[in-house]
């Protein structure tokens, strides 16, 4: 049985930018320091018949938004695609634009450096639609990687691009069928790792070791539609992919535990993840990512085995949430951009929300509302060398089960109790067994009884 778990965190909201051309969900990236940049489109007018584009790189410094609008252009269409930041601090946007004569659609880079802003184009289509899914990451070196799709009649292939000495490689990651919906990490060997759908079939992952393409089915459930996936590469360089299934409508995240894919359901009413950017993991191997479900925005994690979410904040001029790009700081910090509007779609404002999961329990409506969830308290928390455990059981004949988990998910510690028959409380002291043996930190203390587990956190003091 999986379990959801709601998580309660306290979050800071703020709107960097409102305006109702706004045209698409924000991505972000963050730098070596923590601060985010978010990267933005909008329609600025329409000049005979043309219509008239920006392309905004918000920053925040000092406590301060600021705006560098690095592209200014008119145009049948231009949007744009992915932000990521090498670390070396250089930032790279891509997006596609379109020409207003012969509607020959080009996918271009943006970098700045030290120096400033330079462009390079790295393909060009006028056979059809084009550069709808675009993501790029950033290897060890900081040299960008590019998945993108590509329109050679009648299909649209999955491509993947590097620069290599100023010069853009370009080869097609699957030659058998249509790949779209694409994204793309890069490993700690500069090893691109892509995940994408493929045309009537599933979802799909493709990793490039010594010059070959390996393809791999993931998820064989499902029919390819037209969601996002969102990929990224572990500190232990294995995988993780959160989607939608298009037959299901189920939020799943697949992951890699070095043998085989495991897939998970994350929620089951029919959200969807918006951006390549969705999906990120911290340096404890645990990920997060958001998703979008009915009016609301959700945030999901992965920590204990079981899957925790809580619903992210609207302020009160907007009414719903369009799901954009989450990244996790070197500190932990959760760092999210997203689009919010109101119920007709005319008023919308770009949001940037940050904060780090504080408390975690357990969802009431996943467990059985008719029975008792055992009532766990430790004192005192936090501590340092001695704490005290109390905790209930139904009056039936129960097992009992305590664990302690550190915050990357390893159990430390675990506590097998004979069957019980008690309704009154069951202490338990931690004495050595737990104070003096745990090193300084966070920890969860999970409580199973029968089916029924209750979680908190505790913490050691030096």
């Known amino acids: ?231 990224c590469i572990g500190p232990d360089d294995l995988s993780g992919i959160a989607y939608k299934d298009p037959n299901s409508y189920e939020v799943k995240y697949a992951y890699h535990n070095g043998i085989s894919w495991h897939i998970d359901i994350v929620d089951s009413f029919g959200g969807a993840v918006g951006t390549q950017k969705a999906l990120d993991i911290d340096s404890l191997g645990k990920p997060y990512f958001i998703y979008e479900g009915g009016y609301n925005d959700y945030l999901a994690y992965k920590d204990t085995g079981a899957w925790h979410k809580e619903i992210l904040p609207l302020t009160p001029l907007v009414t719903n949430g369009c799901s954009g790009a989450l990244r996790i700081g070197r500190d932990g910090t959760i760092h999210i951009a997203r689009l919010a509007t109101d119920d007709v779609y005319t008023y919308r404002e770009i949001h940037y929300i940050y904060g780090t999961p504080e408390r975690i329990e357990e969802e009431s409506q996943i467990t059985n509302p008719e029975s008792n969830i055992p009532n766990l308290e430790v004192l005192p928390n936090p501590f340092s060398k001695l704490t005290t455990i109390k905790f209930q059981v139904p009056s039936s004949k129960s097992q009992v089960t305590m664990s302690i988990y550190d915050v990357a998910g390893k159990l430390v510690r675990q506590f097998d109790y004979p069957t019980i028959r008690l309704s009154d409380q069951v202490i338990w002291q931690g004495n050595d067994n737990l104070g003096q043996k745990l090193p300084p930190g966070v920890y969860f203390c999970c409580l199973k009884v029968d089916d029924l587990i209750t979680t908190t956190k505790i913490t050691k003091l030096k």
Not at 40 to 65: A, E, I, P, Q
Request: with cysteine; net charge negative.
């Open 1 to 231: 049985m999986m379990l959801i778990f709601l998580v309660l965190t306290s979050w800071t909201t703020e709107t960097v930018m409102a305006d109702s051309s706004l045209l698409q969900v924000p991505v972000i990236a963050t730098d070596a320091s923590g601060n985010p940049y978010i990267l933005v489109s909008k329609m600025r007018g329409v000049s005979n018949g043309v219509n008239l584009y920006y392309l905004f790189l918000y920053t925040k410094n000092g406590g301060n938004w600021r705006a560098d609008t690095f592209e200014s252009y008119g145009a049948n269409c231009m949007e744009s695609k992915d932000l990521t930041i090498d670390k070396f601090n250089r930032i790279y946007a891509i997006y596609f634009q379109e020409d207003t004569l012969d509607y020959t659609r080009y996918l271009i880079v943006a970098s700045k450096d030290s120096i400033g802003w330079s462009k390079d184009t790295v393909a060009e289509s006028n056979m059809g639609p084009s550069f709808d899914w675009v993501s790029v990451a950033t290897d060890t070196v900081g040299i960008p990687h590019i998945a993108y799709d590509y329109y050679l009649d009648p299909y649209t292939r999955g491509f993947y691009a590097f620069l290599d000495d100023s010069i853009w490689q370009k080869e097609i990651i699957d030659s058998l069928t249509d790949a779209y919906c694409c994204a793309i990490d890069v490993d700690s060997q500069n090893q691109p790792h892509i995940s994408y759908f493929r045309m009537g079939d599933n979802l799909w992952y493709a990793k490039k070791i010594d010059s070959v393409w390996y393809c791999e089915e993931v998820d064989h459930t499902n029919y390819a539609s037209w969601w996002t996936t969102s990929i």
